[in-house]
């Protein structure tokens, strides 16, 4: 797992390892410099031209000290200026003074509007603004930004793409589209959160000795592929020992959901799986998956976990059942039209609990639009978590974001676009309630469901085009 860090959260260690810990900022801006620097040269042919934009901030100081170490590899590089020199204060000051007695090419940018930008170089060095952009930007710069954007040079961001806030996914203005973001120490949400992490190009994150003082621990994380884990199973083992799952769904001609999710639970451990459904004809020929009629359990049995949702609809048969049930000792991931049940009827949801909303179905549940969600995906589920509280919140898409109760983040980093296709969600879904059933914790059951759901996908994407993957590939792939 990678922390995840705000601006204020960054800002706040660098001046305790600043002031407590007596390392001087002008060192950290070294660091910070040689890490980009370090990056660019892998990047860079003998004879290349790089051009650095240097904004009025310690971004802006990173820059020029960029721009000097550059100049010392014998790369040739040009530096503009966003304002005088002359003002430039601390740090910034200082690789100011050091870069105006090298002989590098430094200009003033007069009018960011009519700038001509420097089309034959090899690389840009975006070094206007950090963690320290306090509004959007407007006027001229937003202009040069934007041509800078359609001019196809490579830019290298430093520490995040100019215009975007290190504090969430919006983009609220003009930015910077980067190939490349070298930032420094920990990640900041918006190089993992969309829509705003989609202007960062490949994201390297470089130690550069900033410590964060003990009260100041993190709470957002990136879970990665290479946090997946699964419990491995004992010799002894029989299918009594990992777990009974009951998938609630599957009704009115909607069969495919629940049995998409019910066979993704057993692809993924669960020891029993049965469907509770208002039309078992429909499930065919007995196999792996038990079916039953619903209206035969007057109470919800003696289920490990539930999956409520896939294919259940909103009719009025398929949730009188659901109003009987005592679920208050149940583990119990709500999907799909469960979410709408839920929603509707405030039903208790669970001893624990996993919502899984796309964002449309997050849309109806905060009332609003899966726009407004997708356009700032973490407020949208920091408001779900007001909204249902006491449980865990998964809402799914690209970067998939994962709240538990007491507000800990994370951020999927695997999964790709592959898993828009239908039933990808019941697969989800099914593979939560698998973990859930073999006695996981919430935790561990949600990550690594959602970790491995997306390695399938990603998997699929290095030898099949991505919009070829359906539902049932996900399955297949829980076999390796
Ligand atoms: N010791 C440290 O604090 C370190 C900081 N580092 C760098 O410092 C950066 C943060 O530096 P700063 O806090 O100086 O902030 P920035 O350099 O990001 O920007 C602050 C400046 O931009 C201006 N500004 C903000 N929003 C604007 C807007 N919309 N339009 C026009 N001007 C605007 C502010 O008035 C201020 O002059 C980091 O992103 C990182 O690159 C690194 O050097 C590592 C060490
Ligand atoms: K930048």
């Keep these: 797992m990678k922390a995840i860090v705000s601006a204020s959260e960054m800002a706040a260690a660098d001046r305790y390892t600043i002031e407590r810990l007596g390392v001087p900022g002008i060192e950290l801006m070294e660091r910070a410099a040689r890490a980009c620097v370090g990056e660019l040269m892998e990047e860079l042919r003998p004879d290349s031209l790089v051009t650095v934009l240097a904004g009025p901030g310690n971004n802006g100081g990173d820059g020029l000290a960029i721009a000097r170490l550059l100049h010392g590899e ?11 020199g002359e003002t430039y204060r601390g740090d910034a000051a200082l690789n100011h003074q050091r870069l105006r007695d090298l002989a590098v090419d430094i200009s ?23 963690t320290g952009l306090s509004r959007p930007i407007t006027g001229g710069l937003a202009n040069l930004i934007e041509r800078l954007n359609v001019s196809g040079l490579r830019v290298l961001a430093v520490d995040i793409p100019s215009g975007l806030s290190g504090d969430h996914g919006r983009v609220d203005g003009p930015a910077v589209r980067a190939r490349l973001t070298v930032t420094f120490q920990c990640l900041k949400f918006a ?22 003082s003990d009260e100041a621990r993190t709470g957002s994380w990136l879970v990665e592929g290479r ?6 199973r004992d010799v002894e083992g029989h299918k009594g020992r990992y777990g009974y799952l009951g998938v609630v769904g599957g009704f009115a001609g909607m069969a495919g959901a629940a049995s998409l999710a019910a066979r993704a639970a057993l692809r993924f451990g669960a020891g029993k799986v049965r469907v509770l459904t208002d039309q078992p004809a429909y499930f065919g020929q007995p196999g792996s998956v038990m079916v039953d009629h619903v209206d035969r359990w007057k109470q919800v049995g003696d289920f490990d976990a539930l999956v409520i949702g896939p294919g259940l609809s909103r009719a009025e048969a398929a949730w009188s059942h659901l109003r009987q049930w005592d679920l208050r000792d149940r583990s119990i991931v709500w999907d799909a039209d469960g979410l709408h049940l839920l929603a509707a009827e405030r039903l208790f949801p669970g001893k624990d609990w996993v919502m899984t909303p796309h964002p449309g179905e997050a849309a109806v549940l905060l009332g609003t639009t899966a726009g407004e969600v997708q356009r700032d995906r973490l407020a949208a589920i920091r408001a779900l978590a007001k909204a249902f509280p006491g449980g865990w919140l998964l809402l799914k898409g690209f970067r998939t974001l994962v709240l538990s109760p007491g507000g800990e983040l994370f951020v999927c980093g695997t999964g790709n676009v592959a898993l828009a296709t239908a039933g990808s969600g019941d697969v989800l879904s099914g593979m939560i309630g698998a973990m859930l059933a073999q006695g996981c914790a919430m935790e561990e059951a949600v990550l690594s469901a959602c970790l491995r759901h997306g390695l399938a996908a990603d998997r699929w994407v290095r030898h099949h085009p991505d919009y070829s993957m359906i539902a049932e590939d996900i399955i297949e792939d829980l076999k390796y």
């Design 74 to 84: 014998g790369v040739t590089v040009r530096v503009f200026l966003l304002q005088d």
């Design 108 to 130: 003033v940018i007069e009018d960011p509007a009519t700038f001509g930008l420097p089309l034959g170089c090899d690389w840009v060095v975006d070094a206007l603004f950090g």
């Design 191 to 212: 190089h993992v959160v969309t829509p705003a992490c989609l202007s960062c190009g490949d994201v390297r994150v470089h130690d550069i000795g900033i410590s964060f």
């Design 227 to 232: 946090d997946f884990q699964r419990p491995t």
